[in-house]
Structures are given as C-alpha cells and as structure tokens.
C-alpha cells in the first residue's frame, strides 16, 4: 500500500475532530462547454507499474494515475487496510467511510470489470465530472491531513479533458457543439430495424394469447396511450394479481444497460421472455403452451414463418418483440430542440431548472439519451428511504435479488426520465406520485442535498421539456399535475 494512502487514511479520526466538513453545490457555469472543446480525444502518458486495485487500462490511462494516488483507496474493494485501521474509534470511521464510497462508487468495477469490452460508462464519467466541477473530492477530511491528496488545476484538467474525449468518442448524439458535452444527450429519431421483424412484433405485443387465460397482452401493462405504463402502483396480472414493483415504460427501454429494475434481463430479447411466464403476470405454463394456440392462426403463422423459417420458439417469438420494442424512441422533446442549438426551445426557468438537476447531482446517475437507464445506485445511499417508507417490500432488494451480492442489496437501476410527466407513479415501489415529492426523495436519499421548494420547482419545469414524440406525434398520457 502507498505511504501517502496510509497518510491519507491516518488522519480521517483527526480531520473528523477537527470539524472539517465537505464542501458542496454549484459547479462553475461553462465547465462542461470547455471541457468539451479541450477533450476531443483521449490520450496520455502511459501508466506505471501496475498497483494492487488499481485499474490499468488504455482507456482510461490519462487520469489512471490521479485516480490511484488520490481516489482508490476509497472505492476500491482491493485495497489493504492499515494497521490502525483495528484501533477502536478509528476503526468503525475507516469502515464506514470506505462503506460510503464503495457504494458511492466502485472504481474497480465501473472502471474494469464494467467496462472490459465497451467504454467507460456515461455515468461514471458524469460522477467523476461532478466531484471535480464541485471539488468535493477527496473530501475535506482527506485533504485537512494529507495535502497532497487534493486534486490540483492540472488533474481536474485531467479528468475533465479525458471525460469529454471519452463521451465525444463514445456518446455523442447530435448535439450542437456547444452541448456536446452535456452529460444529458439527445434521442436519436430512430434506430436500425427490420420493417417485417418489427410488424410481426407489434401484433405479438398486443396478442393477448401469450397470457395463459387469453386476458393480457404486453401492452395491457405497457400501454401506448399511457406513455407505455399503466399508470397504477403495481401492475394486474391475470386473475386480477399483483406483484409488489411498478411498471416501468417500454419507451425508450432500448438504451437501458440492462433491463427490469434489478436488471436480471440483459436486454429487451430477454425481458420479453419474462412475463409471459411469470405467473402472477401473463402466468403461461411454458412457451409450448403459447406456440400451440399461435400456431393455429395461419395468418400469423405464415408471417411469421416467412421471417423465421424454423418455426415457431420462444426465442423467435422473444426476437420479434424486441425488434418492435426497439421503435418505442420518442426524440424530438424541447430540450433534444435546445441540445441541437434552438435557443428559444426552453424557457428561462426551465434552463435553470437543467442548471439545478445538474447543481443537486441528478445528472450523475440521470444520463445520456434516456437520462437514465445507465447504472445501479442505492435508493438509499445518504439515508434510509426504506426504514422512513415503512412496510417492507420483496422487491426492495433490488439488483441483490439478480447477482445475489449482498453488496448489491437496494440497489436500482435509475430510471428514465424521459416522458417522466406521462408515467407516474414513480420509484421501484410506486409510492410517489408527483414529480415534486420524486425530486425530494432523490435530494434527500440519494443527493444527499436537500433541495427548497424552488429549485424543485425548477427541476420539475425542466422535467416536463423531456416529454417527446411518437410516430410524429407528441405522446399521448395523462401528465400529473404536480
């Protein structure tokens, strides 16, 4: 372990007496512009020699040794305690210190295991962007003791430069060079697609036949007129059954790293393959019993054996639906009109409300096209949201119940806010049903920032400027009032 790591860990029990606090909010206004016009590509000195629970990557190698030297020891799993890490006192603030960061933020898996075949994901990048523009990190109590811990002009150039590089390489969608660094991008009009795959899959989606009492199709939860929810707490199922998580949208569910709320899908192929035979869902037997009543419709049968030639299966089924799920894009909202350059698409208020989502964190995890849909984060990572809620939930395990990690307990995939004015209630557990009381819980539980009454009005007026179009059209659903 590095003697400056050690140094650094030494003085949390003294900084922490000495009443050092973190310091927060605002970030500088245009930090992100300029970055973007200094970080077209990525490149620099090549790393050292490898350290234990450090990332070694080309990708990453222009600020691999800032991260090692000044945010490792704090979010990585790998790293050695000290010593005097067992001192009573100072033991139980080491722990829960690394605790906080390592939920915060695991460097080892957003920045190698996360990452070994694609690029560095959308939100870490936003999450390191926000700590350096805030100079939150490392924090006070870090720096208090150990001054040479603090990141200076050059490594927040750094990482700036090499954030921008990577979002330009990797994400960027359009927008006008002014905002192509904004952590929030634009929705592209449409994807690449097959026209008969995707026929073939809309009239599967709305085939109530995959339900085993022939009473519910995908739509019944996802409904297109609804901003594709069902607008309810949980969702029916057959047999008028409820399971004990909301319903989130299909729209746009195609950028989601990987589906449902806890993830256990890893892409829309598989999630379509997940409520037909849930049995408080759809509640099939088996995909047998499916095929044999789509089987005796010879006009679905003939269509679709024209595009799968082996016959009917669950995974030509699953295929077909997904091909359709992947035009469920609704681009063309005000805010994709401001991120491509038209100035007058918002309103002064909304701008401010953008300038707040990004001041109270939200753009940390509420990323990219789908502003959302990136990462898995703990809905109570600064409080506890599940002890103040009350009545426990199954489903309040979240991502754990997929990887069975108990490191992975309350974790959620975040949710996309596009449209978010069409699809309430909100959260995981569909207890919130205004914007306003969405915002607050996420200040408070997962910002860790309080957010007044104004500013979540703000918030909430920019929320509203991410409602989009379908099929040319403005989506249709009911927006809530608050």
Not at 94 to 123: H, Q, S, T, Y
Request: aromatic share 8%; with cysteine; net charge neutral.
């Amino acid at each position: 372990m590095r003697k400056g790591t050690a140094w650094m860990l030494a003085g949390w029990a003294i900084a922490a007496a000495m009443g050092f606090a973190v310091p927060t909010l605002y970030a500088v206004p245009g930090a992100h512009a300029a970055a973007a016009e200094k970080g077209a590509a990525e490149k620099g000195p090549a790393d050292k020699q490898p350290v234990k629970g450090v990332p070694q990557m080309a990708k990453f190698r222009q600020v691999s040794e800032v991260v090692r030297d000044k945010c490792m020891a704090c979010h990585s799993r790998d790293y050695d305690l000290p010593f005097y890490a067992k001192v009573p006192g100072i033991k139980q603030m080491i722990e829960k210190d690394f605790r906080d960061g390592l939920r915060a933020m695991d460097l080892n898996v957003e920045l190698v295991d996360a990452a070994k075949d694609k690029p560095v994901g959308e939100a870490t990048i936003a999450k390191m962007e926000w700590v350096v523009l805030n100079e939150t990190m490392p924090p006070a109590k870090f720096t208090a003791v150990h001054w040479g811990s603090r990141l200076n002009a050059e490594d927040r150039k750094a990482i700036l430069e090499w954030g921008a590089g990577t979002r330009a390489a990797h994400y960027a969608a359009g927008a006008a060079p002014s905002r192509a660094n904004e952590p929030l991008q634009p929705l592209p009009a449409s994807l690449p697609t097959d026209a008969r795959k995707v026929a073939l899959g809309e009239r599967l989606f709305n085939d109530k036949r995959l339900s085993s009492d022939n009473t519910l199709a995908c739509s019944g939860c996802h409904a297109e007129d609804k901003a594709g929810t069902d607008n309810r707490r949980f969702a029916e199922g057959i047999r008028k059954q409820f399971g004990d998580i909301n319903a989130p949208t299909t729209f746009n569910a195609v950028f989601n790293t990987r589906q449902f709320w806890n993830g256990r899908a890893a892409d829309l192929q598989e999630q379509a393959g997940g409520p037909p035979l849930n049995p408080i869902e759809m509640g099939s037997r088996d995909w047998n019993e499916i095929i044999a009543k789509l089987a005796e419709d010879p006009n679905l049968t003939a269509e679709y054996s024209a595009l799968y030639p082996g016959g009917w299966s669950a995974a030509g089924i699953t295929d077909a639906i997904a091909e359709y799920e992947k035009t469920l894009i609704t681009p063309n909202s005000r805010f994709d009109k401001w991120l491509k350059g038209d100035d007058k698409a918002l309103t002064q208020a909304e701008l401010d409300g953008y300038q707040r989502f990004k001041a109270y964190r939200c753009s940390s995890c509420h990323v990219g096209k789908a502003v959302g849909g990136q990462s898995f984060e703990y809905t109570d990572l600064k409080a506890d949201y599940f002890k103040d809620r009350g009545n426990p939930l199954g489903s309040d395990a979240g991502l754990k119940d997929f990887t069975k990690k108990p490191e992975d307990m309350h974790r959620f995939k975040v949710a996309n806010l596009r449209n978010i004015e069409l699809t309430a209630p909100y959260m995981h557990d569909g207890t919130v049903t205004t914007l306003d009381d969405a915002v607050r819980i996420m200040g408070a539980y997962l910002s860790g920032m309080p957010i007044p009454e104004g500013d979540r009005a703000l918030i909430v007026s920019f929320l509203r400027t991410l409602t989009g179009e379908y099929k040319g059209k403005p989506l249709t659903g009911v927006a809530v009032a608050k």
